[in-house]
């Protein structure tokens, strides 16, 4: 018997190539374990074992007649409840859109036809929050800690892998929403550059920072999902019209010829010593490989956390006007339409909370647009970024301030939006970025960031190629997990 545990998305891909291995026996393994985890760490909103068993025979059949298929078909995956999946319910984790069914396949899933979908991975709702409790359908546990956050709003995305109950998710990053949680459960998160990824099908928090992105265990495992999902879309006006690079030829290990800059002020205040020590020991270790280190300067970080919430909140109040009860999701029944209006809008707190700052920041009562600000300040750190990037060819950071926290603890709105705040440059720029494995603190997995030049992804994959060929902790897997 396959243990398929640790198996890489290649090595899987090989095996059903050479028909060692049928597609339908690859995902009843993981709706198996889907369904006998779910009831632990409730990751998924809905599981799609009719679905997924569907594509994986005619997958099985397509190469019974030697057709040629993709990388990944047969390879099943787990996507975050904001992307659009035709006949499937997309709930944004929100009473809103409770019996949203959507009519179409968003592009990304498209591009994913032959991978079997095992289920829409639970997250905050309408993707506003960086801990996966403000879902509707109830709070996701971290497969290291059941009783720890996975982090968000791409939290279930995130816990599917860690627990073995998917080879890949995709998730989507607005503020490090991919890559906050793969740090909270010690996987791998790959936010792509802004444009380089369809966002037609993504229900939409902050248009201009949304991304959709893998989650896997591996850089080598995100970078074929990348290949997979990358390129231009003519239905999303925002995607860049570049051919896709061979990301695969990436994966060497080699980084002689790299200059890689710690950011000076974020590691000497970071709030947790042992995560800025674990990224400074991982820079030591490149820096053994060949890589040129040096400190550089970020001193931005109060006004990058500022200039975020005012431009996704902003975003936010105007995405999510329209679910006003008419066109689809909840409609509350009512003589009134001012009642039926506000009787659909059944949105959670943090929701709630962020719709009435951005309501506020577009009002035409608030003088200089609060929005406008926010993207003054937006232009600047862009500007300096690029400033950096003229000097290295990739930073160096911790993916969170913090190690994965207690569900039950409880965090005031502003020390929960300041788990982001490494994160959001990459947002704030459009810049690829990614979070490894890179240590542990009291059991629990510690996550560094690497950042790149838009459209540089390539530089990311080498970087954290070599990085993972050198050490191991990507391949270790939470105890309460068996694998």
């Known amino acids: ?24 026996e ?42 040629e298929l993709s990388t990944l078909a047969g390879i099943p995956m787990a996507l975050k409840d904001n992307i659009s999946t035709q006949g499937v319910a997309t709930t944004c984790a929100s009473k809103v859109l409770a019996g949203y069914i959507p009519p179409f396949d968003a592009t990304a899933v498209k591009k994913l036809a032959d991978s079997p979908l095992l289920g829409k991975a639970n997250m905050d709702e309408f993707a506003m929050g960086s801990s996966s409790l403000t879902s509707a359908f109830g709070p996701v546990g971290n497969p ?51 444009g380089r990824v369809s966002r037609k099908g993504l ?58 800059g710690l950011p000076e002020e974020i590691l000497d205040n970071c709030p947790d010593s042992r995560i800025s020590a674990a990224v400074e020991a991982a820079a030591r270790e490149l820096e053994g490989a060949g890589a040129k280190i040096s400190r550089v300067s970020m001193p931005y970080e109060r006004e990058t956390l ?8 902003a975003e936010g109040a105007s995405n999510l006007a329209r679910y006003d009860g008419v066109a689809y999701g909840c409609r509350h029944t009512s003589p009134s339409w001012e009642e039926m209006y506000t009787g659909s809008r059944v949105f959670g707190e943090e929701v709630r909370r962020r719709l009435m700052l951005g309501t506020f920041s577009l009002s035409a009562g608030s003088g200089c647009s609060s929005y406008e600000l926010g993207q003054r ?16 060819d990739l930073l160096l950071l ?39 494995p890179c240590g542990e603190k009291g059991g629990l997995p510690v996550g560094m960031q690497m950042m790149a030049p838009r459209f540089r992804e390539d530089l990311l994959l080498r970087a954290g190629y070599t990085w993972q060929r050198r050490t191991d902790w990507h391949l270790r897997c939470p105890r309460e997990v068996e694998q």
Not at 8 to 19: P, T
Not at 53 to 59: F, P, R
Not at 211 to 227: H, K, M, N, T, Y
Not at 239 to 247: E, G, H, K, T
Request: net charge neutral.
């Open 1 to 24: 018997m396959i243990k398929f545990g640790l198996m890489s998305l290649r090595r899987m891909a090989e095996l059903l190539q050479s028909g060692k291995l049928m597609a339908r």
């Open 26 to 67: 690859l995902t009843e393994h993981y709706l198996d374990r889907s369904e006998s985890l779910q009831g632990k760490f409730n990751a998924y909103i809905t599981i799609t074992r009719d679905r997924a068993l569907k594509t994986a025979d005619q997958v099985d059949e397509l190469r019974r007649q030697g057709r």
């Open 377 to 392: 300040a937006r232009q600047k750190i862009s500007s300096h970024l690029a400033k950096l990037f003229a000097e290295v």
């Open 398 to 436: 911790p993916a969170a301030p913090f190690v994965a926290f207690r569900l039950d603890e409880e965090l005031d709105p502003l020390t929960m939006y300041y788990n982001d705040i490494y994160a959001i440059p990459a947002n704030l720029a459009g810049l690829p970025a990614m979070s490894v």
């Open 306 to 313: 500022a200039a975020y919430m005012l431009i996704a909140t």
């Open 144 to 194: 290291w800690d059941r009783k720890r956050s996975p982090g968000g709003s791409s939290g279930g995305s995130a816990a599917v892998v860690a627990a073995g109950c998917a080879p890949f998710s995709l998730g989507s990053d607005t503020g490090g929403s991919i890559r906050q949680p793969a740090a909270f459960c010690g996987v791998t998160g790959f936010k792509p550059s802004f």
């Open 203 to 260: 229900l939409p928090l902050a248009s201009s920072l949304d991304q959709i992105g893998p989650i896997a265990r591996s850089v080598e495992d995100c970078a074929l999902v990348l290949q997979a999902i990358c390129g231009h879309d003519p239905g999303d006006s925002t995607s860049a019209r570049l051919p896709v690079p061979d990301f695969a030829a990436a994966l060497r290990e080699d980084v002689s010829d790299l200059a890689i």
